[in-house]
């Protein structure tokens, strides 16, 4: 059965593609996008709460390697396989080493309806992994030094609205613990999956807009965007194994490492990029791979991460 | 009676939303003193820019000052920002008061 959330999004990709006129007002895309980013937030703090922190540093290291290491490969690809130039490899690598809010927020919803458990670090890992990428771009495009203004980079990379409002709710959720989130939990838990349900009905309008971009580059372009989060996917699963973590949490890493950013990337590439092309990067993102890692994707990871740890139901 | 006005040169830029923060800086470097921003949605060589979200997001910026100063940003703007973003740039003679503020 498929997901609820996903028939929103469905429905929003058809109308669009029928050029209905349809349309959401961006502020409520805008609202949506701060009410996912605080409720997974506080969603993870308040498991950090009762949680033993120790283990966290390593592990947080591992899940940047994984990111610029997606990034790397990535960039590899495209420069020799789909033969993009390299200011364009760099700038869609970048992406594909970052992680998308949207995508984990399907792979969290996905979990819950199955009553499946994850780590509350999944939120961190979610934060940390949005910015390596973005300078390991950002240095394959242009090289280190030379006209890069770095300041300007990490303030928009660090300080950026996704990485602020998950780490501030995550620090909320941490100090408020389960019990001080009770008056709050109606709004930002139970209303999620409706919240979520909305924000992908505009996800599915704006993956309708890239349909001009895939038919004109088309084979390449989904080739890759089909390829590359599988790879991905992989390599978070073969991270996941080695810091020990639940099916529930190797499918959300692999969800992560599949998932690429077509929002706090964009931005910084065309700040820090401006020769590549944004229309060609998102719609690898945007028009294949978001849609492939929340139709099929996510289930799939899911099998995978009961295949490798041998408990297949 | 007439209203005693002085001319002075409006500039505008109609540009990516994702340039804001840097453009508003160029601005403050090069001496500018005022300016207003608004949001904005259109279609150009570059598409159909609707706003829906904020990759595909427009502002326009306008400035009012003197005729060199506007010159010599709008020169700054077409060096460095025409290449390779959304945007249109233009000078528009206007007639104002209160002339120190400007």
């Known amino acids: ?313 | 009676m007439s209203l005693s006005t002085e001319k002075r040169t409006l500039l505008c830029v109609i540009t990516e939303a994702v340039l804001e923060q840097t453009l508003l800086r160029d601005l403050d470097r090069l001496g500018v003193r005022g300016y207003t921003v608004s949001d904005a949605r259109g279609r150009g060589s570059r598409g159909i820019r609707d706003a829906a979200w904020d990759e595909a997001a427009n502002i326009r910026i306008e400035v009012i000052c003197a005729r060199a100063l506007a010159e010599s940003t709008l020169e700054h703007i077409q060096a460095r920002y025409y290449a390779n973003y959304a945007m249109v740039a233009f000078l528009q003679e206007v007639e104002i008061i209160r002339p120190q503020k400007f």
């Not at chain 1, 949506?32 to 390593?58: C, D, N, R, W, Y």
């Not at chain 1, 969290?108 to 949005?130: C, G």
């Not at chain 1, 910015?131 to 242009?142: C, E, F, Q």
Request: charged share 10%; hydrophobic share 60%; aromatic share 8%.
């Open chain 1, 1 to 313: 059965m498929i997901d609820i959330v996903v028939l929103f999004f469905l429905f929003g990709l058809v109308a669009g593609l029928a050029r209905s006129e349809l349309k959401l007002p961006a502020a409520l895309y805008d609202s949506l996008s701060v009410f996912l980013l605080l409720a997974i937030g506080l969603k993870g703090g308040q498991g950090l709460a009762t949680a033993e922190l120790g283990p966290l540093l390593p592990q947080l290291g591992a899940v940047i390697l994984l990111g610029i290491l997606q990034t790397l490969i990535a960039f590899g690809l495209l420069r020799s396989i789909v033969k993009l130039g390299r200011a364009d490899a760099a700038s869609t690598a970048a992406h594909y080493g970052s992680v998308s809010v949207a995508t984990f927020a399907v792979g969290v919803n996905w979990l819950m309806t199955r009553s499946i458990e994850f780590e509350p670090q999944m939120a961190i890992f979610l934060a940390v992994m949005e910015i390596p990428a973005i300078m390991v771009g950002i240095v394959l495009a242009r090289g280190i030094g030379r006209d890069t203004d770095w300041g300007l980079l990490a303030h928009e990379a660090f300080l950026g609205k996704g990485v602020t409002l998950l780490l501030g709710g995550m620090i909320i959720g941490w100090i408020a613990g389960p019990e001080g989130l009770a008056p709050i939990k109606g709004l930002f838990f139970d209303l999620f999956k409706g919240a979520l349900a909305l924000f992908l009905l505009e996800m599915g309008l704006i993956v309708s807009h890239q349909a001009g971009e895939l038919r004109k580059r088309g084979f390449v372009i989904i080739a890759f965007g089909l390829l590359m989060p599988l790879l991905s996917a992989l390599l978070g699963l073969a991270c996941g194994l080695a810091l020990d973590l639940s099916i529930g949490g190797l499918t959300l890493l692999a969800t992560l490492a599949a998932s690429a950013s077509y929002i706090a990337v964009p931005a910084a590439m065309r700040l820090a990029v401006p020769e590549a092309n944004p229309a060609l990067s998102l719609s690898f993102v945007l028009g294949v791979t978001f849609p492939f890692n929340i139709l099929a994707g996510i289930p799939f990871y899911h099998w995978l991460a009961l295949q490798l740890t041998g408990n297949p139901s």
